[in-house]
C-alpha cells in the first residue's frame, strides 16, 4: 500500500475514493491527524496531512516520528511526500514539479530518529542517496504519462522555519549546491530509511525563493495560493498514474 504525505495545498486527495479513516498513537505520540484509507485508481492509498487536516501544524512542530510510524504501522510500503518549495535556481519558477534527488539538511532541534540509544544498539543508517530511486523513477513515469512537465532531480535545502529565509541565506543555500528550500523534507526522509520504508518526494515550487526574481524585495504570500492550487491540481494529476506505472 502507498503512503502519501499531502504538504501545504494538499489536504486531501479530490479522487481519492475514501474507504475509512483511523485515529492511531504510536510510541512517538500522535500524528498530523486521523490516517485516511482509500483507493486511488482502484489501489489501496493511506493518506496523511502533514500539517494537519485544519493547517494548524506549524513545520518544525510536525510530529515526523509519529507519522512515518503510523504509516509503517498501516502497513505501507513506500511513502511518496508532497510538499510546495522555494525555488533558488533560476529555471525553477513557481509552478515548476520536480523529483528532487538530493538533500542537504538545515534543521536543527527536530527529533529525527527512532534509535535513541538506551537498550537498542547504535544504529546508523546508510543517507547517501536519500530518496529511493526506484519510487523516483515512477513518479517521473507517472508524470508522463500525466501529461505534467516534471523536473527530474534538484537538490533539497531543508529549513527549520517557520520564517522564510533571508536573501543572504538562500546565496549560502546555493553556493552548497540546493536548488530548492523547503521546511517539512526532514527528517521525515531519514525516518522513512530508518524503517525501510521507500520514500521519494514531489516538490511544488510555489515562490521564487527570498531575494531571487520576483522575490528580491520580498515574498508576496497572495501570489502563492493561485499557484498552490493550479500546481497541487497537476500533482493529483500526476498522482492518478502513479498505479499505472
Ligand atoms: N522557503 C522555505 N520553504 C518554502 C518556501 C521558501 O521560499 N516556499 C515554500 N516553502
Redesign the pocket.
Known amino acids: 500500500m502507498l503512503a502519501i504525505i499531502g504538504g501545504s495545498g494538499l489536504t486531501q486527495l479530490s479522487t481519492l475514493e475514501i474507504v475509512r479513516r483511523e485515529v492511531v498513537r504510536t510510541p512517538y505520540g500522535e500524528p498530523s491527524g486521523a490516517l485516511t484509507f482509500g483507493e486511488l485508481c482502484g489501489r489501496p492509498v493511506v493518506f496523511l496531512a502533514r500539517h494537519g487536516y485544519g493547517h494548524t501544524i506549524p513545520p518544525h512542530l510536525v510530529n515526523y516520528r509519529a507519522n512515518i510510524w503510523a504509516l509503517k504501522q498501516a502497513r505501507a510500503d513506500a511513502v511518496v511526500s508532497v510538499a510546495?518549495?522555494?525555488g533558488i535556481r533560476a529555471d525553477f519558477a513557481p509552478g515548476t514539479l520536480l523529483i528532487p534527488d538530493q538533500i542537504i539538511d538545515y534543521t536543527w532541534g527536530r527529533k529525527s530518529t527512532f534509535f535513541e540509544g538506551g537498550d537498542q544498539a547504535v544504529h546508523h543508517v546508510d543517507f547517501t542517496h536519500p530518496y529511493d530511486e526506484s519510487l523516483r523513477q515512477r513518479l517521473l513515469q507517472a508524470g508522463k504519462q500525466a501529461g505534467e512537465a516534471v523536473f527530474d532531480g534538484g537538490v533539497y535545502a531543508a529549513?527549520q522555519?517557520p520564517r522564510?529565509?533571508t536573501a543572504a541565506e538562500i546565496n549560502r543555500f546555493e553556493r552548497d549546491g540546493a536548488d530548492v528550500?523547503?521546511?517539512t523534507g526532514m527528517p521525515e526522509a531519514v525516518l522513512a530509511r530508518e524503517l525501510e520504508l521507500p520514500y521519494a518526494a514531489v516538490n511544488v515550487v510555489?515562490?521564487f525563493?527570498?531575494g531571487r526574481a520576483s522575490s528580491e524585495h520580498g515574498?508576496h504570500f497572495d501570489s502563492i495560493e493561485p499557484i498552490l492550487q493550479e500546481s497541487m491540481v497537476r500533482v493529483r494529476n500526476l498522482l492518478d498514474h502513479l498505479c499505472r506505472v
Open positions: 510546495s518549495v522555494g529549513t522555519g522564510l529565509e528550500v523547503g521546511m510555489v515562490n525563493a527570498a515574498i
